[in-house]
C-alpha cells in the first residue's frame, strides 16, 4: 500500500515542508543495503546527532552515528519540534 492511498482515505493529515536533503531517507527494500530500512535508520540517526552537536551536545570517544546497534542515536519525536 502506498502513503498517498492513506492520505486520501483519512480525515485528518498533517505534514511538515523539510529540507528533503537533509530529513528524508527512502525505503525501497527490506533487505540490506542503499534504500533500505536499515540504511533510512542510519541516515536519520545521524540527523539526530547533527541536532544533539548543533544545541551544544558531546559524544564519549568523539563516535559517530551509524548502523551499528551501538551507535544508533535518536531523539525522541516528544521534544523534536519543539
Known sequence: ?????????DDCVAALLVPREEEFAKVRTRTTGQDSAFSAV????????????AAGGRFSHHFLASERPDLLCEVSPLVSYD
Not at 1 to 9: E, H, K, L, R, W
Not at 42 to 53: C, G, T
Open 1 to 9: 500500500q502506498f502513503i498517498g492511498d492513506v492520505v486520501a482515505t
Open 42 to 53: 542510519a541516515f536519520l540517526s545521524v540527523v539526530h546527532q547533527s541536532w544533539l552537536v
